[in-house]
């Protein structure tokens, strides 16, 4: 886990962000919180992740998702180096 980003702060915002309850409460917490670039580069990182983990081309994504070929790297960078935080997610979701 990267030092920088275990603030105080932050863990406020993680902890209201687990308060959320539905998905509506979600759309309205984060339009409020985010510009709609700033959400949706969040959404496309996401589905970069999912498409990466299904062994799809960096062509395929970038033409699926509209990503640059160097946010798919980053996206690919932190699904093989990073804190596990995507493969976390990804096996809850399966499990609903």
Do not use: P, W
């Amino acid at each position: 886990m990267n030092k920088k980003i275990r603030t105080d702060a932050v863990d406020h915002l993680f902890e209201a962000i687990l308060a959320l309850e539905n998905k509506e409460e979600c759309y309205s917490f984060f339009e409020d919180l985010c510009t709609v670039n700033e959400l949706m580069s969040l959404s496309q990182r996401f589905e970069v992740a999912a498409m990466l983990r299904e062994h799809k081309t960096y062509l395929e994504i970038a033409e699926k998702t509209g990503a640059s070929t160097a946010t798919i790297s980053r996206v690919n960078r932190s699904l093989n180096y990073g804190d596990d935080g995507y493969a976390l997610v990804f096996k809850r979701l399966r499990e609903k």
